[in-house]
């Protein structure tokens, strides 16, 4: 009984910014690393950012400089903060988590429902 809500997307111009946020809930022991996919149709699943346990982030070349991933652990919560946002990033946004649960000794990857980003003039 582990789920990812995602929030934040939206509609925005060329140059703007949007805040993405996922939190975890449920019947959790420890979570490893999180981050943010992205997708659009006929694509595949691209890795935009990472981040571990410990603060350790990673990001695909794209949107280095532009895009800023954190957590709150004691939340169990993952952000991204997408500025200077360009055409090209539009997509579905997925935030996923790799979490051990309580009573179960393998850890497992969980995947959020996507948030539409779309970014048009």
């Known amino acids: 009984q582990v789920q990812l809500v995602e929030s934040g997307g939206g509609l925005v111009q060329p140059g703007g910014s949007l805040r993405l946020s996922c939190a975890a809930s449920?019947?959790?022991?420890?979570?490893?690393?999180m981050g943010w996919y992205r997708q659009t149709p006929g694509k595949q699943r691209e890795l935009v950012a990472s981040?571990?346990?410990?603060?350790?982030?990673n990001y695909v070349d794209s949107v280095k400089g532009r895009f800023t991933i954190s957590r709150d652990n004691a939340e169990n919560t993952v952000y991204l903060q997408m500025n200077s946002l360009k055409p090209e990033d539009t997509a579905v946004y997925y935030c996923n988590a790799d979490i051990q649960r309580y009573g179960f000794h393998p850890v497992a990857e969980y995947w959020g429902q996507g948030t539409q980003v779309t970014v048009s003039s």
């Open positions: 981040i571990t346990s410990g603060g350790r982030t």
């Open positions: 449920g019947s959790i022991f420890s979570i490893d690393d």
